[in-house]
């Protein structure tokens, strides 16, 4: 069983709906981070927790460290969302545990 | 903009060639990772930096080797490269335990 695990693996969606991408992982973290991945490869962080919740324009983040489950949600989806998410956990001592993706689609 | 560059963002290469790929950053800091991504899969870290004359190898093993005489700079090279090493390379930087910033990748053919 990977240690961060994420759902669903692939995710079509409608311009417009409210996306929920989940993260559930099983080791002790630092912080979690939300990543965006193009199809070009190249990676954008898109937010960094501890705890809580945070918000960027029409993304939002949460994370609940006793229940060790964080997830990342879209408010009115557009195409240009469609990337693979990746959550990645920062667990001791100090290394990066990925997930192997959310593959997002949107379509107008 | 990008503060992480990496070069070339796309190489094709024959087996047994030498190459090396590059990693610039201006942000001044002190760790710097590669991570190695076969498509689909999840990234797996391959080496990482702690600074000036620091290198270590990561979780995943890699014949490729890196070097870090500047801050700024943590190229990866591959003596002889293989069919297998074919996979995407990326670069990441972090001034402390948590921030991250990737480059762009750098998607290696090795026919």
């Known amino acids: 069983k990977n240690e961060v695990e994420q759902s669903p693996q692939n995710l079509t969606a409608q311009e417009g709906e409210f996306i929920t991408i989940n993260c559930s992982y099983s080791v002790g973290i630092s912080a979690l981070h939300w990543l965006q991945q193009h199809p070009g490869g190249g990676i954008v962080s898109l937010f960094m927790l501890s705890s809580g919740k945070k918000k960027h324009g029409r993304l939002i983040a949460t994370i609940n460290i006793q229940e060790k489950h964080s997830s990342l949600h879209i408010t009115a989806s557009h195409p240009r969302d469609s990337a693979v998410y990746i959550c990645a956990v920062r667990s001791a001592p100090d290394k990066l545990i990925f997930g192997t993706g959310t593959r997002l689609q949107v379509f107008p | 903009e990008a503060d992480i560059y990496q070069t070339p963002r796309y190489l094709v290469i024959g087996t047994g060639k030498k190459i090396t790929l590059e990693c610039s950053q201006t942000m001044g800091h002190d760790k710097m990772y590669w991570y190695q991504q076969d498509p689909g899969m999840e990234l797996h870290l391959i080496h990482y930096s702690y600074g000036v004359n620091s290198t270590e190898k990561g979780d995943l093993s890699s014949e490729s080797t890196v070097s870090r005489i500047r801050t700024e700079h943590f190229p990866l090279t591959l003596e002889s490269a293989r069919p297998s090493h074919t996979s995407q390379y990326l670069c990441?930087?972090?001034?402390?335990?948590?921030?991250?910033?990737f480059g762009s990748g750098t998607r290696l053919t090795v026919v």
């Open positions: 990441a930087s972090s001034p402390d335990r948590y921030g991250y910033t």
